[in-house]
C-alpha cells in the first residue's frame, strides 16, 4: 500500500500548555487533528467555567489563520470541586470532561484529588448529567512499585468506583497494562485511550545504551508484554479502545535534568507513529476507527468528514524541534519512518 486516505481524525488526550508554549506546539496538533480533548494540568490548573472559557479562547486565538480546530475542554478535579461546579460545567457546553490526578502523580499535579472517594458527591452528579470522567489510574503510596500502580489503582480505586456509580462514563487515559486492557473489556461504561509510545516502544527504550529521559513519561513504559496487549487492544475494532496521544511538551533542559519532567512529545507526527504501530502487526485497515470513529462515538458527537491522507514515504524524526529556550525532542527523534502525512 502506497497511500492511506482516512477520516480526519483527532486527539483525545492532549497537553498543549499556554502562552508561548502553546503557540508553539498548537500548530503540530491542528495539521493533523480536527479536535482534541485538552488537558487541565496549567499551572494553576483549569477548575472552573470562567478558568476553561478564558483557556479555550487562548487556544482559539493561537490557532493559525485560515485552519480549522475545536478544542473540547476539560475541569481539573480537586478536592474542593462541587456538584455545582459539574453542573455549571455541563451548561457550558464546551467543557466535555472532567479529569482526576491523584495529587502528585504526574506534572502539574498537586491541586489534584487526594482521596477518591472524596468525591463521591461530584461523581453522583457526573453520573447524573452524564459528564464522562477522565482518570489518570495510577497509585502514589510509595510503597506501590511505579510499574505496578495502574494495576492496583485498577484493583484497589477503580473497581469499587465503577461499583458505586454503574452508569458513570469513564475513560482510562494512555493505558499502559495487559491488567487494563482486560479490565475495560470486562466492565461497562468504560473506555480508554492509548498513546503512540505505548504501543511502539517498551520499558527496555528508557536504558538502551544509557538512561534516555526523553522516553520518560507518566504512566511509565511497560513490559513487552503489556506493549503487545495494548497493540491488540488497539487493533481489535472493539470501539472501547481509541486514540489520545499525550503528547506533553518540556523543553530539552527540563528532561534532561537531575530530575527530569515525565511526557513525550508526539504532536509532530502522532498520525505517522500510529501508521507505524498498526503496520507492525498488519492491521492498517484498523487504523481509521481507532483514530476517527470511536472516539467521537463515546464522546457523542459527529464524527468528521473531511478526508487526510498518508503516503509511503521515507523519513527521518527530527531530534529537535523549535520550543521556547532550549528546543523541543519529538518521540522517537532520529528514527526512521515509512509513513508521512502528505
Ligand atoms: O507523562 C506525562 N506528562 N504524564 C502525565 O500524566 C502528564 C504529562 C504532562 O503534563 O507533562
Ligand atoms: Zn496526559
Redo the contacts with the bound molecule.
Sequence with gaps: MQKLTITRPDDWHL?LRDGAALKAVLPYTVRQFARAII?P?LKPPIRSVADAAAYRDRILAAIPEGQQFEPLMTLYLTDNTSPDDILRAKESQFIKAVKYYPAGA???SDSGVTDIQKGDRVFEAMQQVDMPLLL?GEVTDNDVDTFDREKVFIERHLIPLKQRFPNLRVVLEHITTSDAVQYVLSANTIAATITPQHLLFNRNALFKGGLCPHFY??PILKREEHRQALLQAAISGNPKFFLGT?S?P?TRTSKESSCG???CFSALHALELYAEAFESVKALDKLEAFASFYGPDFYQLPRNTERITLSKTTWRIPDEVPFMESGLVPLGAGQEMTWQMV
Design positions: 497537553h488537558m494540568n504526574t506534572t502539574n489518570h513519561c507518566l499525550d506533553a518540556h519532567c515525565a511526557g
